[in-house]
Nanobody, 120 residues
Framework: HVQLVESGGGSVQTEGSLRLSCAPSGLSVSDFSMAWFRQSPGKEREGVAVFDSDDSRMYADFVKGRFTISQDIAKHTLDLQMSSLTPEDTAVYYC???????????????WGQGTQVTVS
């Protein structure tokens, strides 16, 4: 049984930074394509950043240069470092498993419970 547990959300001021972490159980982060998605109030869920099983990365245009996705093999986590945050980044952020690897909602096969990020 796969579980994805996110942590690291919270409230931050504009131009601030936060680091999200996802700790999966039931799978190894290095064996799957995984990603961060988000859902802002009144909007559909959207892909933010992908970390493929071959270590390649993909970012949505609206986070390029500001967010960095990474794996910590020692800790078995998928992390998202977010900087230069704006109120438009306010959302619930979800750790997901993908098949196939893409930023498309249709590729998500497993969702975490989400962690709230609020930028004011």
């Amino acid at each position: 049984h796969v579980q994805l547990v996110e942590s690291g959300g919270g409230s931050v001021q504009t131009e601030g930074s936060l680091r999200l972490s996802c700790a999966p159980s039931g799978l190894s982060v290095s064996d799957f394509s995984m990603a961060w998605f988000r859902q802002s109030p009144g909007k559909e869920r959207e892909g933010v950043a992908v970390f493929d099983s071959d270590d390649s990365r993909m970012y949505a245009d609206f986070v390029k240069g500001r967010f960095t996705i990474s794996q910590d093999i020692a800790k078995h986590t998928l992390d998202l470092q977010m900087s230069s945050l704006t109120p438009e980044d306010t959302a619930v952020y979800y750790c997901v498993v993908l098949n196939p690897c893409s930023l498309s909602l249709a590729s998500v096969t497993q969702w975490g419970q989400g962690t709230q990020v609020t930028v004011s």
